[in-house]
Structure formats: C-alpha cells, structure tokens
C-alpha cells in the first residue's frame, strides 16, 4: 500500500469520525463547544448546514465512509468498476468534496463571521484527501 493512500485512508477515517461527532452532538441537542472560542453552535445549526435538505454532517459521513471503503477496495486490488476505475471515481467525488469544502469556510468567514473547529478540520482532511488523490 502506497503512502498516499495510507494518508487518504487516515484522513478519511479521522474526517467521519468528526462529522459523526457533529451528529451526535445534534442529535443529542447538546451544544457544540469550540477549543478556538467561537460559536461552533452557530455555524452548526445555521442555515447553510444542509445541502438538498441533507445535512452536511451527514453528507460527510457518506462521502467519507465511500472513501474509506473505496480505499479498502483498491488494497484488495478491486479498482476497476466496469469501464471506470475507482480511484476515477474517488478522485471526481474528492474534487466536488474540497470545493464544497471551500466554499463553506468561505461561508464561515463572509456569511456567518463564526468559525467552527470541526467545521474547519473536516474542511482540511477533505482538502487533503483530493490533493492526496491526484497526487
């Protein structure tokens, strides 16, 4: 196994856990403290935190757990699905995941001016994963 895929591998593993985090905090409806001091509750519960009536948390989830499985494939030597390979595939939903990752720190820091750590950080493993991927 490649260092880079063992790097996307972790980043995505990490990047679920934080966005389950998310969840289950919702879910709990406790509320969201942030280490950085500012309202991660906030950006959490704003408006811009559903996409298609989707949560983002839980779009990350998804997105991170087809990484993670996608990686597992690939190890196992299971790349090829039909015509296209599945490191195409990662690599396509990795570039829509870092775009929309970008855009929402531009959301944090235009729209809302509150920044959430955990918003941040899945922000960063997305970002990390693509480069990763097209490395």
Not at 120 to 135: G, K, M, P
Request: charged share 10%.
């Amino acid at each position: 196994m490649s260092l880079s895929y063992a790097g996307i591998f972790l980043f995505a593993l990490v990047g679920f856990f934080v966005s389950w985090y998310i969840d289950f905090k919702k879910r709990r409806q406790e509320r969201m403290i942030c280490v950085i001091g500012t309202d991660c509750d906030k950006v959490v519960h704003s408006a811009y935190n559903t996409t298609f009536g989707i949560h983002n948390e839980t779009l990350g989830m998804l997105y991170y757990g087809s990484v993670i499985g996608g990686m597992v494939l690939i190890v196992l030597g299971i790349g090829a699905v039909g015509p296209i390979s599945l490191l195409l595939f990662l690599r396509a939903i990795g570039a829509v995941a870092a775009f929309f990752s970008v855009l929402l720190l531009y959301v944090q820091a235009a729209v809302l001016k509150e920044w959430c750590e955990y918003c941040i950080a899945s922000a960063i493993f997305c970002i990390a994963i693509f480069v990763l991927e097209i490395w």
